[in-house]
């Protein structure tokens, strides 16, 4: 019998041909330049000093011409150092851990729900039904007021729980960065739901005596995708204002907002979402270079208030009985589903390498040619990150978003922790995500982070972030007691 030509789909894994195709394609310009330079190279060292004196004396340069082509050389040189966006630093960055006397219990949650809607035992058993699937732990905290029976959500408990958090994640930042008060330049807070005269920032600044001329910012009713739009109004600021450095601070303060009525759809949120916050130091100075931990690389936004569905599906409303709260409408994950589409549409070519872009380039143009019905090739950003910080908005947010990106369990692990430990923070989420992936000690100098945060409107918001140098284990923050005991198991479901 004639020999028979081996079966290379059997012999070859597929994963490393992939991984030679990426290789390649990624250094395709050092490839094709090193036959380029050593060419040049032999040449030069065949050429004798007096070739190369005899070809000077050719040009003919004159005293004017050498003038000239300095000028232009310095001109340059100036306007590209001028002109090239100024280098956004995080320093450093503090969070809120509330007391352990704040804590909410399964049982402490279900008792107080079942106080609050006695003559409604659907809508507890609804809320109960929730929380079973929440992918909450036994530690999550609301403040005091809350805690009441019944619940006391007034402007003076509101204030109260504001300062607490807020100047807790001050006070803290100020200690770890040794930054003064009178030292900042730019305040920005994002609070969505809570927003009163004077303002929060004016509290803050009020606190600590901050200078006349500091330039302030109050964002609000952004949803929780708002610390993201705080950073990159922080980094747009901070390309205008040479040598400065700007505070930003997220928090949700859930006072006001407990929902006290019976309708599902706005019982949603009293069970996700919980006490967090987060102060972070941003600079563009070159002193801070060393010192800093994140280089800024790109902050992309998308917004899709211009359909009426993204527009609606996250409102503050009142039901039949008067009562305000947030409602969720059912097809929340469908529209989170498309601003993600959009949002990685354009962050794609910023940050997924050359072989990606044209796998995906080359799947987009056969389904719009040749057949519609093809299967598209989803981009490997795993290819362009190392860590992924998803907004801990729920269980089914992080399984969405785990599916979507096709990402392991090890790469949302830190977003599933701090559901499991803190809730659903709102726009602080993303900062107790990355404090847990420093907290295990696996971020590294040259990691690529993304954060990704979802927002009433319908906003999806992207911010990628470079570590700027390898990253200790924090020996103090939220997660410093208690990070042994992480990962841990979450079920399905927790029978109440």
Not at 30 to 50: D, E, Y
Not at 75 to 101: C, E, G, N
Not at 152 to 173: K, Q, Y
Not at 246 to 273: C, D, H, Q
Request: with cysteine.
């Amino acid at each position: 019998m004639a020999p028979q030509m081996p079966d290379f789909s059997q012999s070859v894994k597929l994963k490393y041909v992939k991984l030679g195709y990426q290789y390649l394609v990624n250094h395709f310009l050092v490839f094709l330049l090193i036959p380029i330079m050593f060419a040049l190279s032999i040449q030069a060292l065949n050429t004798s000093p007096q070739e190369i004196l005899q070809l000077w004396d050719s040009m003919h340069f004159t005293l004017v011409h050498i003038m000239c082509s300095l000028f232009l050389v310095i001109y340059s040189l100036t306007f590209f150092f001028m002109s090239r966006p100024r280098t956004v630093y995080l320093v450093d960055y503090a969070l809120f851990k509330p007391p352990r006397s704040f804590r909410v219990s399964f049982a402490g949650f279900m008792e107080h729900a079942k106080l609050a809607l006695f003559t409604e035992p659907k809508s507890v058993h609804f809320q109960m039904k929730i929380l079973e699937r929440s992918g909450l732990g036994e530690e999550t905290c609301l403040p005091p007021a809350i805690h009441y029976i019944p619940p006391s959500p007034n402007m003076a408990h509101a204030r109260e729980e504001a300062e607490f958090v807020i100047f807790s994640c001050m006070d803290s930042l100020f200690q770890k960065t040794g930054l003064k008060p009178k030292d900042v330049d730019i305040l920005v807070l994002n609070c969505s739901l809570f927003s009163p005269t004077p303002s929060l920032t004016a509290m803050v600044i009020n606190k600590y005596k901050m200078r006349s001329n500091i330039k302030s910012f109050n964002l609000s009713g952004m949803g929780c995708s708002a610390g993201l739009i705080s950073i990159d109004l922080a980094k747009d600021l901070l390309q205008y204002h040479p040598n400065s450095n700007a505070v930003v601070i997220s928090t949700e303060i859930l006072t006001p907002n407990i929902y006290l009525g019976k309708e599902r759809a706005m019982l949603l949120p009293n069970v996700l979402f919980r006490m967090g916050g987060a102060a972070i130091l941003l600079s563009n100075r070159r002193a801070d270079r060393r010192r800093a931990k994140y280089r800024l690389a790109h902050v992309v936004r998308t917004h899709k208030g211009a359909d009426d569905k993204s527009y609606r599906c996250i409102s503050q409303e009142e039901d039949p009985d008067g009562h305000v709260g947030i409602k969720l409408n059912i097809d929340l994950m469908a529209i989170a589903g498309e601003a993600l589409k959009s949002n990685i549409t354009t962050i794609g070519p910023l940050v997924l390498p050359a072989s990606e872009q044209i796998l995906f380039a080359l799947s987009l143009i056969g389904r719009k040619i040749f057949n519609s019905k093809l299967k598209p090739y989803i981009p490997d950003f795993k290819q362009a990150f190392e860590h992924f910080c998803i907004h801990a908005g729920g269980r089914a947010v992080i399984d969405e978003l785990q599916k979507s990106l096709q990402l392991t369990e090890e790469q949302v692990e830190a977003s599933r922790m701090a559901l499991y430990r803190f809730g659903n923070t709102s726009s602080s989420s993303l900062w107790y995500e990355l404090s847990y992936i420093e907290s295990k000690g696996r971020m590294k100098k040259g990691d690529r982070v993304w954060q990704i945060a979802f927002g009433s409107g319908f906003k999806c918001n992207s911010a990628v972030w470079k570590c700027n140098r390898t990253i200790k284990t924090p020996v103090e923050g939220p997660w410093a007691d208690c990070i042994d005991k992480y990962p841990v198991h979450i079920p399905e479901v927790v029978k109440l």
